[in-house]
C-alpha cells in the first residue's frame, strides 16, 4: 500500500517499534512524518489490510485502536463446532455395542453405547469417519460439516471373517456351580438343527439327542422329558402358545430350520410366567429378515419336503421382511403312479403338508422395534 503524506506531528515517542504476534500479527511503526499504524491480519484462508490510522501522539489512543483491531478479528475467526451424531448397525439393523468411530487426521474418536449411538464434535470442514466393530467389516465415510451443523448418520457393517491360530479344545467335564440360577436351561444353536445327521431336519428330533429327552417312538417328532406325557411341556414361538406343533401325524414340527434365531429349553425349574405346565419349556424364537438387499431367497429339499425362504429389506420405513415355505413333494411324484397302478382310489391322496411363515419387523426410531407373526398350516393326513 502506498504512503499517504501528512503534516509533521509532534511525537515523544519517535524510534518505537512494537510487534504483537498472535493469530494476528499488528504492527505499529513510526515515520518521519508522524505514526502510522498498519494493521495486518493473517490466516490460511483471507487476509485482511487496514487503511493506515494516524494517531494524535498518545500512546494511550494507540493502544486502544490496537486492543479493539484485535477483538474485532478474534471474533470474526470464531466458529461453533460441528456435531456428528448416529447410530452403527449389523445387516440386520441390530445394534452393535463398543464400536468405534475415529477421524485420524484430529485425533478424535468416539464409542458406541449399548444401543449403537455415538455423538462426536468436530470442526467445521471435510472429514474422513473411520468406523470399526469387533467382528465386522471397517467402513470409512467422508461427511462435509458447516459451522455449528448436526450430521446424522446410520452406519451399518457386515461381518467379517476373522482369521485365528489353531486352538485345542479339551472334552473335560465342567463342574456345574451351584450358584448357577438356571442350571437346567438348554441352549440350541439353530445351525445345529441344520447339520444334524438324520433324514429330517427338525428341531423337535434336535431335541430328542440330549440327554434326559426321548420320543414316542422313532417315527415322532413329539418330546418325552423326564418320563412326563408329551402334552405336559409348553411349547412357545416368539412368546405365542402352540398347542398342536406337529405334522404328519408327528413326523415333523412346525418350526423351520432355515428361520430359527434362539432356541431355549427349560428342563425344570422354569419362571412363573411360564404356568399350566409340568414338565417343560420349548421358547424358540424367529429370526428377523436381513436388510442388507431388498430381495433375496433360498430353496433347499430333504427327503420330506421341500423349503424356500425369501427375505429383504422393506421398502418403506426401517424393516424387513421374511418369508418361509414349506410343503411335501413325494405325493406329487408317488400319487400319479400309484393311481396309475390302482393301488389307491382316484379321489384318495397321500398324506401331505404345506405351511407359511412371514415375519414383519419395523423399528420407528432407534430403541422401538415392532414385530408381527403369521402363520399358514395345511394338514392333510
Same mark, same amino acid.
Request: charged share 20%.
Given at each position: 500500500?502506498?504512503?499517504?503524506?501528512?503534516?509533521?506531528?509532534?511525537?515523544?515517542?519517535?524510534?518505537?517499534?512494537?510487534?504483537?504476534?498472535?493469530?494476528?500479527?499488528?504492527?505499529?511503526?513510526?515515520?518521519?512524518?508522524?505514526?502510522?499504524?498498519?494493521?495486518?491480519?493473517?490466516?490460511?484462508?483471507?487476509?485482511?489490510?487496514?487503511?493506515?490510522?494516524?494517531?494524535?501522539?498518545?500512546?494511550?489512543?494507540?493502544?486502544?485502536?490496537?486492543?479493539?483491531?484485535?477483538?474485532?478479528?478474534?471474533?470474526?475467526?470464531?466458529?461453533?463446532?460441528?456435531?456428528?451424531?448416529?447410530?452403527? @448397525?449389523?445387516?440386520?439393523?441390530?445394534?452393535?455395542?463398543?464400536?468405534? &468411530? $475415529?477421524? %485420524? +487426521?484430529?485425533?478424535?474418536? #468416539?464409542? /458406541?453405547?449399548?444401543?449403537?449411538?455415538?455423538?462426536?464434535?468436530?470442526?467445521?470442514?471435510?472429514?474422513?469417519?473411520?468406523?470399526?466393530?469387533?467382528?465386522?467389516?471397517?467402513?470409512?465415510?467422508?461427511?462435509?460439516?458447516?459451522?455449528?451443523?448436526?450430521?446424522?448418520?446410520?452406519?451399518?457393517?457386515?461381518?467379517?471373517?476373522?482369521?485365528?491360530?489353531?486352538?485345542?479344545?479339551?472334552?473335560?467335564?465342567?463342574? @456345574?456351580?451351584?450358584?448357577?440360577?438356571?442350571?437346567?436351561?438348554?441352549? &440350541? $444353536?439353530? %445351525? +445345529?438343527?441344520?447339520?444334524? #445327521?438324520? /433324514?429330517?431336519?427338525?428341531?423337535?428330533?434336535?431335541?430328542?439327542?440330549?440327554?434326559?429327552?426321548?420320543?414316542?417312538?422313532?417315527?415322532?417328532?413329539?418330546?418325552?422329558?423326564?418320563?412326563?406325557?408329551?402334552?405336559?411341556?409348553?411349547?412357545?414361538?416368539?412368546?405365542?402358545?402352540?398347542?398342536?406343533?406337529?405334522?404328519?401325524?408327528?413326523?415333523?414340527?412346525?418350526?423351520?430350520?432355515?428361520?430359527?434365531?434362539?432356541?431355549?429349553?427349560?428342563?425344570?425349574?422354569?419362571?412363573?410366567?411360564?404356568?399350566?405346565?409340568?414338565?417343560?419349556?420349548?421358547?424358540?424364537?424367529?429370526?428377523?429378515?436381513?436388510?442388507?438387499?431388498?430381495?433375496?431367497?433360498?430353496?433347499?429339499?430333504?427327503?420330506?419336503?421341500?423349503?424356500?425362504?425369501?427375505?429383504?429389506?422393506?421398502?418403506?420405513?426401517?424393516?424387513?421382511?421374511?418369508?418361509?415355505?414349506?410343503?411335501?413333494?413325494?405325493?406329487?411324484?408317488?400319487?400319479?403312479?400309484?393311481?396309475?397302478?390302482?393301488?389307491?382310489?382316484?379321489?384318495?391322496?397321500?398324506?401331505?403338508?404345506?405351511?407359511?411363515?412371514?415375519?414383519?419387523?419395523?423399528?420407528?426410531?432407534?430403541?422401538?422395534?415392532?414385530?408381527?407373526?403369521?402363520?399358514?398350516?395345511?394338514?392333510?393326513?
Amino acid at each position: 500500500m502506498p504512503e499517504s503524506k501528512t503534516a509533521p506531528l509532534s511525537c515523544p515517542d519517535t524510534g518505537v517499534y512494537w510487534t504483537a504476534w498472535t493469530a494476528f500479527s499488528l504492527q505499529l511503526r513510526c515515520c518521519g512524518d508522524g505514526w502510522r499504524c498498519g494493521v495486518e491480519c493473517c490466516s490460511t484462508l483471507v487476509r485482511f489490510f487496514f487503511v493506515s490510522v494516524l494517531c494524535e501522539g498518545r500512546r494511550r489512543r494507540m493502544w486502544r485502536i490496537a486492543l479493539a483491531v484485535y477483538a474485532c478479528a478474534v471474533t470474526a475467526l470464531a466458529q461453533p463446532a460441528a456435531q456428528v451424531v448416529g447410530i452403527i @448397525q449389523d445387516s440386520s439393523g441390530s445394534p452393535i455395542p463398543g464400536a468405534t &468411530v $475415529q477421524v %485420524r +487426521t484430529l485425533n478424535r474418536g #468416539a464409542v /458406541a453405547d449399548a444401543q449403537g449411538r455415538f455423538r462426536l464434535e468436530l470442526p467445521a470442514g471435510t472429514h474422513e469417519l473411520e468406523v470399526r466393530g469387533v467382528g465386522y467389516r471397517p467402513e470409512r465415510l467422508r461427511v462435509s460439516l458447516a459451522p455449528g451443523a448436526v450430521e446424522r448418520l446410520t452406519v451399518r457393517l457386515s461381518p467379517q471373517a476373522i482369521s485365528l491360530r489353531e486352538i485345542q479344545v479339551l472334552g473335560a467335564q465342567p463342574v @456345574q456351580s451351584r450358584e448357577d440360577p438356571r442350571p437346567s436351561v438348554v441352549f &440350541v $444353536q439353530p %445351525r +445345529t438343527v441344520k447339520y444334524r #445327521a438324520g /433324514a429330517v431336519e427338525d428341531l423337535l428330533r434336535a431335541l430328542q439327542t440330549l440327554p434326559g429327552i426321548t420320543a414316542t417312538s422313532d417315527f415322532s417328532s413329539q418330546l418325552v422329558i423326564r418320563g412326563s406325557t408329551p402334552d405336559q411341556n409348553l411349547i412357545l414361538i416368539d412368546g405365542f402358545e402352540v398347542f398342536n406343533p406337529y405334522r404328519l401325524y408327528g413326523l415333523v414340527s412346525m418350526y423351520n430350520p432355515e428361520t430359527l434365531a434362539d432356541v431355549q429349553l427349560s428342563l425344570g425349574g422354569f419362571p412363573a410366567r411360564y404356568g399350566d405346565r409340568l414338565s417343560a419349556v420349548l421358547d424358540v424364537t424367529v429370526r428377523q429378515g436381513q436388510r442388507e438387499r431388498p430381495f433375496s431367497g433360498m430353496l433347499s429339499a430333504t427327503l420330506v419336503n421341500a423349503n424356500v425362504v425369501v427375505e429383504g429389506r422393506l421398502p418403506f420405513w426401517q424393516g424387513s421382511y421374511l418369508l418361509a415355505s414349506r410343503r411335501t413333494y413325494y405325493d406329487l411324484i408317488a400319487g400319479p403312479i400309484v393311481r396309475a397302478a390302482g393301488l389307491v382310489d382316484g379321489d384318495v391322496a397321500l398324506p401331505n403338508f404345506g405351511d407359511l411363515q412371514l415375519k414383519l419387523t419395523v423399528a420407528p426410531s432407534s430403541t422401538h422395534r415392532l414385530s408381527t407373526l403369521w402363520l399358514f398350516n395345511r394338514d392333510n393326513t
